[in-house]
């Protein structure tokens, strides 16, 4: 009973940390570097291959109500300076807290030289939020107020951001959430007011050539959000005769992480990362899991593969 109400009250603490402005709210993901149109409207390739890719987070396996993110992206080169995509992120907790975001995303790509080029993207959506606390099991007492009421809410958003790329590096600078949006609200005298916090993202990362069958691929993710303290992801992979990677990474005084993936085909690509706790969190879970997948198609329905910088990210 006790290891119950322990999982339970964990569970509470999940919703808070995911439903008040005191928390770091947006998904965190341990391949950032090929999830990068969900975290930056800017984010562009070279040539004219579409690019489709899908992800999926189960975080603290093991834990009652753990998060779990999926993610689908489509990117789509219109004309050499125009880019478009498409993003859809599904964020839930448990069975109680449920958030999905669409956006659609356009970039303009300015040349600043023979390979360097800078592009500047928007993206403009909405996000569909809701609660469902039917069922929940209480740990305490008396149950907190402030989960007494299901919720369903849609909210605008749009966001903005910079990509500045080469044919071996990439540094990014985005806010994907512009607006704040009230989740909750004050209701018979009690503050739950739950503000989905404006996150700031700087991302890079380089392709080291080690020789014709070796890449050193470091990387490295900043996340900043008002109220949480600041997140640092850093990277490295290996990249070997253009076909496996492998890698580890680090968070800071959170987890540390184990990826691999695999080109499977000149169009597609598989990968799995593994991270392990570090933080107090550990002792309710057993670690979290993330897998993806990756296309690339040429618009006449040929495969180009990843035989080129930027799509190495």
């Given at each position: 009973m006790i290891i119950k109400n322990l999982k339970y009250t964990f569970l509470g603490f999940l919703l808070l940390t995911g439903l008040f402005s005191?928390?770091?709210?947006?998904?965190?993901?341990?391949?950032?570097?090929?999830?990068?149109?969900?975290?930056?409207?800017?984010y562009a390739t070279e040539g004219e291959d579409i690019n489709i890719g899908a992800l999926y987070r189960t975080q603290w396996v093991g834990t009652v109500g753990a998060p779990n993110t999926g993610s689908l992206f489509v990117h789509v080169p219109l004309q050499e300076k125009i880019q478009v995509?498409?993003?859809?992120?599904?964020?839930?907790?448990?069975?109680?807290?449920?958030?999905?975001?669409?956006y659609a995303d356009f970039a303009y790509i300015l040349s600043l030289g023979a390979e360097t080029k800078l592009s500047l993207g928007v993206?403009?959506?909405?996000?569909?939020?809701?609660?469902?606390?039917?069922?929940?099991?209480?740990?305490?007492?008396?149950?907190?107020?402030?989960?007494?009421?299901?919720l369903s809410k849609t909210f605008p958003n749009i966001g903005a951001g910079a990509y500045l790329f080469g044919s071996n590096y990439y540094v990014g600078f985005s806010a994907p959430n512009l607006l704040n949006s009230k989740h909750l609200e004050r209701e018979s005298g009690?503050?739950?007011?739950?503000?989905?916090?404006?996150?700031?993202f700087l991302t890079g990362g380089y392709v080291f050539e080690l020789n014709e069958q070796l890449k050193l691929k470091p990387a490295f993710m900043t996340k900043a959000v008002s109220g949480a303290p600041l997140s640092l992801d850093l990277t490295a992979n290996l990249l070997i005769n253009n076909m496996l990677e492998v890698g580890a990474g680090y968070r800071f005084d959170d987890a540390v992480s184990g990826l691999a993936n695999f080109r499977i085909s000149p169009s597609m690509r598989i990968g799995y990362a593994y991270d392990y706790t570090l933080s107090n969190l550990g002792r309710f879970n057993s670690g979290t899991h993330e897998i993806m997948i990756l296309f690339d198609i040429n618009k006449l329905g040929k495969p180009k593969g990843y035989d080129k910088s930027p799509r190495f990210f």
């Open positions: 005191v928390a770091q709210q947006d998904p965190q993901y341990t391949q950032y570097m090929y999830n990068m149109r969900v975290i930056n409207p800017a995509g498409l993003s859809i992120i599904n964020d839930q907790i448990g069975n109680v807290v449920n958030e999905t975001n669409v993206k403009a959506g909405a996000s569909f939020f809701n609660t469902n606390f039917n069922g929940f099991i209480y740990s305490d007492v008396l149950p907190d107020p402030a989960f007494a009421n299901n009690i503050v739950a007011n739950g503000v989905e916090e404006i996150h700031f």
